[in-house]
């Protein structure tokens, strides 16, 4: 396919995955159950923290995980005592588990009481471009006492993560297109700065397509990635994870 025909295809598919039907089946379903800005946020970065491996998996870790927080995210984050978060013992997603999920808890409540809340902590930064907004995010997310494993499940794209989890994070508060599946409930970032959430089906498709040579998913793939769809959609690049993502989990190209 030329450019054209490629960009026409993928608008195409783009357009065919970006439904409310593609709701029930993935991990975004978790954050649609709720209606406030803050419940929204935080089940959705929860929700997108443990988002590797089986769909159904993730959804069901991310429902327990709600749960133990009385679904009212935003409440507990804020007003549970110290024995109710400290009773949280039943949280297992592959190596997440309750110690990581008790000081994401913590962290996110000095982030709301201390940096006025997620989105003003990329708010603060957006003198500098998004991959380095993730950076500093992760700085200010372990900025308070913190069990040293658990710095693994945030991602830095400086040290050569493609930071999948956080990215496809920020496609589902920042994309406001209408079409019910993302939400648009940010205007820290704009939709022209976002980084696909590059991960083994979407990286499959790239290539099997051409756009993409590298072959691990590193910070450096999604560099390439990011040029690439760019070209397609300057304004709106992210679109193409809908796409790419249905391509490789429904239609099995790799």
């Not at 929204?40 to 997108?48: D, V």
């Amino acid at each position: 396919m030329n450019f054209e025909e490629l960009k026409d295809y993928l608008d195409f598919k783009a357009d065919q995955y970006n439904n409310p039907n593609f709701i029930k089946s993935d991990p975004i379903q978790i954050p649609h159950r709720y209606k406030i800005k803050e419940d929204i946020e935080i089940s959705g970065f929860l929700a997108a923290t443990i988002a590797w491996g089986n769909r159904k998996m993730i959804i069901n870790s991310a429902t327990k995980m709600m749960d133990a927080m009385g679904n009212n995210p935003y409440d507990f984050v804020m007003n549970a005592t110290n024995n109710q978060i400290d009773a949280i013992d039943n949280i297992v997603h592959r190596t997440f588990n309750s110690d990581d999920f008790r000081y994401f808890i913590k962290s996110l409540r000095n982030i709301y009481e201390h940096h006025g809340g997620l989105e003003n902590v990329f708010s603060a930064n957006n003198s500098i471009n998004l991959q380095n907004r993730i950076s500093k995010f992760k700085q200010i997310f372990f900025e308070i006492d913190h069990p040293l494993r658990t710095t693994k499940h945030i991602s830095d794209p400086l040290k050569g993560s493609s930071s999948k989890r956080i990215n496809m994070f920020l496609r589902w508060v920042t994309r406001n297109d209408g079409k019910g599946v993302d939400f648009g409930i940010w205007n820290a970032v704009s939709p022209s700065e976002l980084s696909c959430p590059l991960d083994v089906h979407s990286g499959n498709v790239a290539r099997a397509l051409g756009i993409l040579s590298r072959k691990q998913n590193d910070q450096k793939a999604l560099m390439e990635l990011d040029e690439a769809l760019r070209k397609f959609d300057p304004t709106d690049p992210v679109k193409y994870d809908f796409a790419l993502f249905g391509l490789g989990v429904f239609e099995g190209i790799k």
